[in-house]
């Protein structure tokens, strides 16, 4: 009940506007402050569409001359439509048209930081709305690449890192049926190495581990010549993973990347010099992985990753009585952007 109630600060935001001691300005100014506070950690999805309302009434109340204010207040609603869970495109497409109408200005009249940031937040709706077939993927790409125009690995190392694992993601995500398929994977791993340059163990350990268990997926399934190569980076991608997740701290994600260490395992022979022996001890240490992964999936209820390893397993006994798998292609856990 307490998340259909006003919030204490909405309501004081509200009743600001109608006060006669501060200028349109000043109420501006309060109503995006307000609503941006909302957007951090919300405690419901009516806490976002509530900083919707402040944005719409900042914008009603600025001033028409305030181009630059116009433009950042609705870069500023941008950022809240986006965050709103709703499963279609119809507030992602609101916030694509937000900052659409805001980046001519911010480009002309405010800082290159404030412009490629909405470049970087477009881009992630661009990338959402492609998910769903709305959009081409090729537009995000774009997006990012603007913004990666400013935000350079030593100027901004944060947004470097982000801007990179996120394009990484969009080549990986484009359908690999063409001639510039292999170029595509060749361009996720680059961009995972990238961001891996200014992400570290010990600064960033939880961004580090995400970005060693998408790189080893790239290295993994990438269409190459070299596949026992890759699958050996892979596999050292994955332990990299691995000095973070742990089935104490990050049971979840600790399963997600042990299910992705099985799945490169039953791809490498047991001796590298003579691969023709098999890979019977490779194939039972995969095994193994896949039960830890599965105990923990089945705990967490996500019955389709709880599925696919239970398959995945029934295949396995098979190859283990062969000795050789067979080069089977085991489906990969990836993860979000940072």
Do not use: W
């Amino acid at each position: 009940m307490a998340d259909n109630l006003p919030d204490h600060e909405f309501t004081q935001a509200l009743e600001a506007i109608e006060s006669e001691n501060i200028s349109d300005l000043e109420k501006v100014d309060l109503l995006v402050q307000i609503a941006t506070g909302l957007q951090v950690k919300p405690k419901s999805s009516q806490q976002l569409h509530n900083a919707v309302v402040l944005y719409n009434k900042a914008l009603d109340i600025c001033p028409q001359n305030e181009v630059l204010l116009l433009a950042r207040t609705q870069a500023r609603k941008g950022t809240a439509l986006q965050a709103i869970p709703d499963g279609t495109t119809e507030f992602l497409l609101k916030a694509q048209a937000e900052y659409e109408s805001s980046l001519p200005v911010l480009y002309k009249m405010g800082t290159k930081e404030e412009a490629a940031e909405a470049e970087m937040n477009l881009g992630l709706v661009l990338q959402s709305l492609a998910g769903m077939n709305a959009i081409p993927i090729t537009e995000s790409i774009k997006a990012y690449q603007r913004a990666l125009k400013v935000f350079t690995r030593h100027a901004y190392p944060t947004e470097y890192a982000i801007l990179h694992n996120n394009l990484a993601t969009v080549y990986l995500s484009i359908p690999m049926t063409d001639e510039r398929s292999k170029m595509r994977e060749a361009m996720a791993v680059q961009s995972f190495q990238e961001a891996l340059k200014v992400v570290t163990l010990i600064d960033q350990p939880t961004e580090y581990a995400m970005l060693q268990n998408n790189l080893g997926n790239a290295l993994q399934y990438a269409s190459s010549s070299h596949a026992v190569e890759n699958n050996l980076r892979a596999l050292e991608a994955y332990e990299e993973a691995l000095k973070v997740r742990t089935p104490e701290d990050t049971p979840y994600e600790y399963a997600n990347t042990i299910c992705n260490k099985a799945n490169c395992l039953r791809n490498l022979p047991d001796d590298l010099e003579k691969p023709e022996e098999g890979n019977r001890d490779r194939l039972r240490a995969a095994r193994d992985l896949y039960r830890g992964a599965h105990d923990i999936f089945v705990r967490y209820n996500d019955m389709a990753k709880v599925q696919v390893i239970a398959e995945t397993l029934s295949e396995l006994e098979a190859d283990i009585g062969t000795g050789v798998s067979g080069s089977r292609k085991g489906k990969g856990f990836g993860e979000s952007r940072i």
